[in-house]
């Protein structure tokens, strides 16, 4: 049954030659996937009060913050691009429309305490009709926990009375978010203060997880899991790239997940050799690794997992010897990845482990301590060990509260030890040119170790090849 493609409502259709040529193929007992579950997120108004006052803590008594949303930006015609909330803006108010901006101070009487001024989109009956309704200021109040909430359209003149009233006001914002914001505050006054990073302070905060956000990345790797089984199952020589990509992506729309965390790699044959490649138009050979790089959005928090595939389902005994290493170093790399652990050691272990292991199997030339010292590991290592997930796909990971990088406990990570081998370089061996794997999974730090979120998803070999026989 390798030879089954995949099918939306009963039959498959397979784009060829850019689409010039479209032909239907029955399937006969291809079953669909059934979601996992209802789409369900919360708003967590506790934890994001609880993140203001903490934010306020960290501040100056006299301090302002303005924090907004990103703008919506015109993708050709009068078609715009998806709007997606700023991050920063997530963190602390969960707002998700645009056109919002949020004034956070010290609560009057309340030290400690954070009040949040917003100011939302309104719209009239008419643009109701062409957009559908919003929050408004009501629903910023009443959904959100703001203080108060007024029309966006009111920022610019109650921020000038708010800095005529706090004339030694030091300011924290993300300006270089929202054009609008931008250009009302450096209008608000005659002079108005200089600005701070907000994002860098915020940055250190969006670290460590709480229990909500840890919750929500597990269900976001719950349907990147699920996406990479189905494609897994249907992956077969003669297949697209963007075919394997339509699998994953209708499971993510299947579970309600409003996007992917990042643009869906399919990468097969030499494709496989750059690490963001995301054209998916290459038609998979018999004898092609895959290299998959997928991680759904649920709640606004991302996953971000990575496999390698042989395509006809049985790696070759090059394929395996590469992979073979990098499941050693992702081995090495979780079972160090505990509190207290620095993030430069655990690269340095997992680098170790790569380079001597490509040595001792012939499959690079070359003198360990060189390579090492040099940089040169770098041919085969381009990238890093791991990075945070959450908010972001690349979540902060900032060495301004944390220089030697310690991990902690409750902080997620997408670990993905990897070896690329490309086809022109002379220092590997001519049998493993053009050869490259990467696995990456999602773990949550825990004191007891580190935690794969993503474990479910095969990544032995002896597994990976066993799942695709079906």
């Known amino acids: 049954m390798r030879n089954i493609r995949l099918l939306l409502f009963g039959f498959l259709i397979i784009f060829v030659a850019g689409c010039s040529e479209i032909v239907t193929e029955p399937v006969g007992d291809w079953t669909s996937p059934q979601k996992l579950g209802p789409y369900e997120t919360s708003i967590d108004l506790e ?11 960290r501040l100056p008594a006299n301090s302002l913050v303005v924090v907004t949303t990103n703008d919506v930006y015109l993708r050709n ?6 709007f997606r909330p ?9 707002f998700e429309e645009p056109n919002a901006v949020a004034v956070i101070r010290t609560k009057a009487g309340s ?6 001024i917003m100011f939302v989109e309104e719209r009239t009956s008419s643009m109701v009709q062409w957009l559908g309704p919003c929050y408004g200021p009501e629903g910023a109040v ?14 610019k003149s109650k921020l000038t009375s708010y800095l005529g009233g706090a004339p030694n006001a030091k300011v924290y914002a993300n300006l270089n978010t929202n054009m609008s914001v931008s250009n009302s505050y450096y209008t608000s006054t ?8 907000l994002d860098s302070i915020l940055a250190e905060m969006r670290v460590v997880k709480s229990a909500h956000e840890i919750n929500l990345i597990q269900k976001s790797t719950d349907v990147a899991v699920q996406a990479f089984k189905e494609a897994m199952k249907r992956i077969t020589p003669g297949m697209f790239e963007y075919e394997v990509a339509a699998i994953l992506n209708y499971v993510l729309s299947l579970n309600g997940c409003p996007r992917a965390a990042f643009p869906t790699i399919v990468a097969s044959g030499p494709n496989i050799n750059t690490l963001h490649y995301d054209a998916n138009t290459r038609q998979l050979q018999d004898g092609d690794l895959v290299m998959i790089d997928f991680g759904a959005e649920y709640g606004y928090y991302a996953s971000d997992v990575t496999r390698t595939l042989p395509v006809n389902g049985v790696f070759s005994a090059e394929q395996r010897a590469v992979y073979e290493i990098v499941i050693e170093a992702y081995k090495t790399a979780i079972q160090g990845a505990t509190p207290g652990k620095s993030y430069y050691e655990l690269s340095a272990l997992a680098r170790d482990k790569i380079v001597t292991r490509l040595l001792e199997k012939g499959i690079v030339y ?5 390579i090492l010292s040099t940089s040169a590991y770098r041919l085969y290592i381009p990238a890093g060990l791991a990075h945070c997930v959450g908010l972001d796909t690349h979540d902060p990971f900032p060495r301004s509260d944390n220089p030697d990088l310690l991990l902690k406990e409750n902080m997620v990570f997408a670990f993905e030890p990897h070896i690329y081998l490309q086809v022109n370089d002379q220092t590997v061996n001519p049998k493993y040119r053009g050869i490259s794997a990467r696995i990456e999974d999602v773990v949550l730090i825990t004191n007891a170790g580190g935690k794969i979120l993503s474990k479910s998803l095969p990544n032995e070999i002896s597994e990976i090849e066993e799942f695709m026989k079906w």
């Open 111 to 116: 030290p400690g305490t954070a009040e949040m």
């Open 142 to 155: 009443k959904y959100f926990g703001a203080d108060s909430a007024y029309g966006f359209g009111q920022f």
């Open 86 to 94: 700023a991050s920063s803006f997530l963190y602390l108010t969960r």
């Open 47 to 57: 934890g994001l009060k609880s993140r203001r006052d903490a934010l306020i803590k």
């Open 366 to 370: 070359g003198d360990k301590a060189t």
């Open 190 to 197: 005659a002079n108005p203060p200089p600005v701070s990073n």
């Open 77 to 82: 015609g009068d078609v715009n691009y998806e």
